[in-house]
Nanobody
Framework: QVQLVESGGGLVQAGGSLRLSCVAS?????????MGWFRQAPGKQRELVAQ???????NYVDSMKGRFTISRDNAKNTVYLQMNSLKPEDTAIYYC?????????WGQGTQVTVSS
């Protein structure tokens, strides 16, 4: 099993920044696990934000490129999402995920609200 706990969400004005963190634990987690972030806005489907491989390779959705940065600290089993130049349309619940030994795990989500 893998447990994922997100933190760092909150209310911010448009143009501001937030950094989300997600700490992984459990016997099923490996530093070789791929990790990433999804988000789900009210009334919309969950969508990919960014992914990072065990080796640090990254993948972003086009609308987030240049504004969001994903990183990880394998020694701390933690993945981060630095979000800059936030827009009201970035308002959503942000979910951390980890893919470990063929199984996907999800965190409980953290709310990000961007006011105009």
């Amino acid at each position: 099993q893998v447990q994922l706990v997100e933190s760092g969400g909150g209310l911010v004005q448009a143009g501001g920044s937030l950094r989300l963190s997600c700490v992984a634990s459990g016997s099923g987690f490996s530093s070789r696990s791929h990790m990433g972030w999804f988000r789900q806005a009210p009334g919309k489907q969950r969508e990919l934000v960014a992914q990072i491989t065990d080796g640090g390779g990254t993948n972003y959705v086009d609308s987030m490129k240049g504004r969001f940065t994903i990183s990880r600290d394998n020694a701390k089993n933690t993945v981060y999402l630095q979000m800059n130049s936030l827009k009201p349309e970035d308002t959503a619940i942000y979910y951390c995920y980890a893919a470990s030994f063929g199984v996907d795990y999800w965190g409980q989500g953290t709310q990000v609200t961007v006011s105009s």
